[in-house]
Every structure is written in structure tokens, then in C-alpha cells.
């Protein structure tokens, strides 16, 4: 990855290479964190914009509350942080990572007293499933590995020790030469990408599992919901089977670092004319021209930096 100047930690804008910590800090054992993925982009008259940053805090503070992490900082204060860094090291446009983990202090699971420390952390990251993937489409495979169940993942939250699940299906399907897994669900209905949400089209009609499937809310996603009906599109949010996405005209996964990504393969079955669809091809024009473009409407996702 490629560094940048300063990372802002409980408070303090401070170096780069100073940024540790102690061996003992509690989520390094447990996995009890929050962390988010944000994008900062720079538009067509030069302005950078965070995307929907106040969606991505209030993510931070309703995680916090399923996570029982009492937050040491105000959303306010999460805000500017995000802005400050951005600003501090001198990015246009790049990613922005806040963590909010468990200190050191107390061992074992209870250890309440432990400090809830907060890291925000900036740099440049290019699309993570690729620029081909984004123009061509990725191959994807269902992963072996079931979808925790939502009494044990706390979908509303971006916990990282819930990731494990994520990296085991991630890993296993790259390792099987596919770029992304998706993960069904304990009743195994599809619910969502290792690190993305799905979507499908067939008979021109957009769907994507319900709000209360095993899958994280993405911001993306609630995006991409409002602005298919805005092209008049009509939306479902429906469970959908494994064998229903085998034969969709279009699929295509959203997330802050995967942006819109197309799915032209799925478990070696080509999807639709194995090019990216009409209607995935619409959403992610209109999407881009608002981020990175000079579309003159929702101003209201544009945090100006
Ligand atoms: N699902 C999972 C498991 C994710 O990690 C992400 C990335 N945050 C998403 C979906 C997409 O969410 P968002 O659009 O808010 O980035």
C-alpha cells in the first residue's frame, strides 16, 4: 500500500511510522473492532468531496452500540477528523479508514475498563476489484463457506472479528483462480459478496436481498436502490436463490472500495452476454458522474473537503 504523511489516533495527528500499538491491545486478541471504508473523491472542477461521510460516522456510532464500544469522541468530531486527514496529506481523492478498537489493559473477553482507542487512517486506493474488473466484469464463485447466521453476525455493524468469514470465503475462492466470492446465507439463499452487495437483474427488474438479510447495509448500496428508481427502474428487494443468479441477465456488486463492480461469471455459468448490462452500465455512469463528474444533483452525499 502506498503511505501517506500523518495518521490522526485517539486525538493526535501523528506520523506515519509512529502509529502502533501495544501487543496486548485487546482486539488484537479478540477481534472486538469497528472499522469503515470511505471514499474521497476529487470531481471535474477539481473539488474533492467525502461520499456520504455522515452515513458512513452514524455507521460508526450505531456499530458502537451492538458492539458495546463506548466511543471516546463525538460523530462531530469523527467528521472533521476524516476531513483533517484528507487535508493533511495533501489527497485529491483516496480511501479513509476509521478503526475503533479495544486498548490494552484487562485480558480476558469481559474487560470493559480497556480504553475504546480511535485510528483514522487516509491513502490512495484504487478500485478493489480492479479497473478491468470494473470495465469487464469479474469472475465470481460461491464460496463453501456459509454466511454466519444474523443472531451471530451483527449485520449492522462492521465488526472485524465477524471478517474471518469474509477472508475464509475470499481465500478460498481466489485461491481457485475467481476474483470475488459470494456467501450464501444458513438457509442458503444468496446474501451478499465478501466484501460487497448484491445485485441482479433479470427481466429488467433490479433486486437485491432485504435490508434484514445476513448482509452488511451498504451505503453503496442504499445509493444504488435510490437512484435505480430515480432512472425509473423498478427495485425488489427479495431473497434470491443460487440457481436465480445463475440465470440473471445482470449482476454486479457494490461497496465504497468496489464501487460498481460487474459480474460476468458465476460458478463458471456466463452471465447474460458476459459484458456488462444495460442497466448495470446506466447506474454505474450515473454513480461515477455524481462522484467523480459534474452531475448537479445529490449534492446532499458530497461532504465538501
Ligand atoms: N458488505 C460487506 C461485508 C462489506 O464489507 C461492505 C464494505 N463496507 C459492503 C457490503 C458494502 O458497504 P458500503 O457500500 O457501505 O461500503
Redesign the pocket.
Given at each position: 500500500m502506498e503511505k501517506t504523511e500523518k495518521i490522526w489516533l485517539d486525538g493526535k495527528v501523528i506520523g506515519w511510522d509512529e502509529a502502533n500499538v501495544h501487543i496486548l491491545t485487546h482486539t488484537l486478541h479478540y477481534g472486538l473492532s469497528l472499522f469503515e471504508?470511505i471514499r474521497a473523491y476529487q470531481r471535474a472542477d477539481g473539488r474533492t468531496h467525502i461520499f456520504r461521510l455522515s452515513d458512513h460516522v452514524r455507521r460508526i456510532y450505531d456499530g458502537a452500540k451492538v458492539a458495546t464500544l463506548d466511543m471516546p469522541f463525538t460523530p462531530e468530531e469523527i467528521t472533521q477528523a476524516c476531513v483533517d486527514m484528507v487535508r493533511i496529506n495533501k489527497q485529491s481523492s483516496c480511501y479513509i479508514r476509521p478503526l475503533v478498537f479495544v486498548g490494552d489493559g484487562a485480558m480476558g473477553l469481559y474487560a470493559m475498563t480497556n480504553p475504546t482507542r480511535v485510528a483514522i487512517i487516509v491513502w490512495p486506493w484504487g478500485t478493489y476489484l480492479g479497473e478491468d474488473g470494473l470495465n469487464k466484469g469479474i469472475r465470481a464463485k460461491v464460496s463453501s463457506f456459509t454466511k454466519l447466521h444474523v443472531n451471530a453476525n451483527m449485520v449492522k455493524a462492521?465488526i472485524g472479528g465477524q471478517y474471518v468469514n469474509?477472508i475464509l470465503a475470499k481465500r478460498e475462492v481466489v485461491r481457485s483462480g475467481y476474483d470475488e466470492a459470494i456467501l450464501l446465507d444458513a438457509e442458503g439463499y444468496a446474501c451478499?459478496?465478501?466484501?460487497?452487495?448484491l445485485f441482479v437483474v433479470r427481466d429488467g427488474v433490479l433486486r437485491t436481498p432485504p435490508d434484514g438479510a445476513a448482509?452488511?447495509n451498504?451505503?453503496?448500496?442504499e445509493s444504488v436502490i435510490e437512484l435505480a428508481q430515480s432512472l425509473g427502474i423498478p427495485v425488489k428487494e427479495e431473497r434470491m436463490t443460487r440457481d436465480f443468479l445463475y440465470i440473471a441477465d445482470e449482476i454486479f456488486l457494490?461497496?465504497?472500495?468496489a464501487e460498481i463492480t460487474p459480474v460476468r461469471e458465476l460458478d463458471n455459468r456466463v452471465i447474460g452476454s458476459g459484458k456488462p448490462g444495460p442497466i448495470t452500465k446506466r447506474i454505474q455512469d450515473l454513480f461515477f458522474d455524481i462522484v467523480t463528474g459534474s452531475h448537479d444533483g445529490y449534492h446532499k452525499w458530497l461532504h465538501w473537503v
Open positions: 471504508g462492521k469474509a451478499e459478496a465478501s466484501g460487497e452487495n448482509q452488511l451498504g451505503i453503496t448500496r457494490t461497496g465504497t472500495a
